[in-house]
């Protein structure tokens, strides 16, 4: 199948003008290497089906491969977005829950709400999530469900990659028994991970035991770090409304009064090289952290979620000081419980809003090329290149100076989609096949 459209997004360098892709079947790739780009000459070989096949001008891809024309029309073609973080079990709690005056006050509030769900909610709850990332041209989701013993009943339909969330801080004394419930019900799950909660929710023990799972089956570690002002109060000062609360309901508070949340987290994981780590918010980080890890070369992949950062009134997320010390950013949608919706288009307006002097084509990378990095998919997912996953979005386009400002004020649903080189959501007049 060869996609034509007005302008083709690779994420690879400047947009395409009358562009094109040729997505395999299962059929051999005979393209002359020659022909294509440098960065996707390669020996002639088998193109796995549901990859792209090669990209560039409509006339010059035509004129090397063979099937059957789709065009677009006046559409940008741009990789699948990628939501680095969110969970949709809580889809069901949109606009539940108004603005408290604490963080311990909103947990509070959520946990009276989840207390009336039963399984068959978070059932309807996580499906009417995957619908409506779906729809916002989402086809890769980062997804933390504490109930990872219902992923069996659900058949996610873009690629998921599913993380148990798992907090002990009411039964510390049973982590070693969470974790091994979580990891038989995630072997259903073709890509998974673990989510120890948050530092003030899962005990050392319990953030030690999955390092270590990590570290031996080479699987990704996802969770919440220095999110809000009270998280640093509790653990630097052991004061505020989230030490008040926790304490009140049995949390051994001995970590407290000392460290930050970033200090205690290097402190749990150990002296061993890090696994591959995703930390979402990383809101409330001093100076001395900052040195700390300028000093120890630590990096992981962070997470920042706009709305939801300003659904609370978080401190001003870092990113000028993160960026300079080489951190992979990525944007994700959080949950509903604190969020309007599961756009990532939003998402970007929302930190160019806070950052206007980003780029939009760096604000772009942050729901393809980096959250892909973070899920170990560089060479599969978040560009459109050779040998990558045909996860393809198309949106209108204008032909505007700047397309990727254009993709970023775009605010409707996504009409066409391709998941694995296979259409998953079509408007017919969105696309008409060339005979």
Known sequence: MIIRTRTVVTMDGAPIDNGAVAVSDDRIDDSPAGSLPSWAARPRRSAPAG????????????????????????????????????????????????????????????????????????????????????????????????????????????????????????????????????????????????????????????????????????????THLAESQEEMEMFHDASGPLYEFL????????DCGSKTPLGLFLGAIGDRALPQCIVAHLNEVTQSDFNLLEKSGRQFHVVHSPRSHDYFKHSRFPFEKLRVLGFNICLGTDSLASNENLSLFAEMRAFQKEFPGVPPEEVLQMVTVNPARALRQENALGRIRRGCR???????????????????????????????????RNNPHAAKLLK
């Open 51 to 222: 990859s792209v096949v090669d990209v560039g001008k409509f006339d010059e891809i035509t004129s090397r491969n063979a099937g059957e024309i789709v065009d677009l029309g006046e559409q940008a073609l741009l990789p699948g977005l990628i939501n680095a973080h969110c969970h949709l079990d809580y889809t069901c709690l949109r606009g539940k829950i108004p603005p408290q005056k604490s963080f311990a006050d909103w947990i509070r509030a959520i946990n009276t709400e989840k207390a009336n769900l039963s399984p068959k909610d978070y059932l309807a709850s996580i499906n009417g999530g995957f619908a409506e990332a779906k729809r916002f041209g989402t086809t890769t989701i980062a997804n933390l469900t504490a109930f990872p013993e219902l992923i069996p009943k659900i058949s996610a339909p873009i690629r998921t990659w599913w993380f148990a969330e798992l907090i002990d801080v009411r039964a510390p004394d049973r982590a070693g028994e969470i974790v091994e419930f979580a990891i038989e019900s995630l072997k259903s799950a073709h890509n998974w991970g673990l989510a120890p909660h948050a530092l003030f929710t899962a005990s050392k023990n319990l953030y030690r035991r999955c390092v270590e799972i990590a570290r031996r089956n080479d699987i990704l570690l996802t």
């Open 247 to 254: 304490k009140g309901i049995g949390r051994p508070m001995n």
């Open 390 to 424: 045909a996860d393809l979005i198309s949106i209108p386009c204008s032909g505007t100076d700047d397309v990727f400002a254009e993709i970023i004020a775009f605010e409707e649903a996504v009409d066409w989609i391709l998941l694995n080189g296979k259409e998953k």
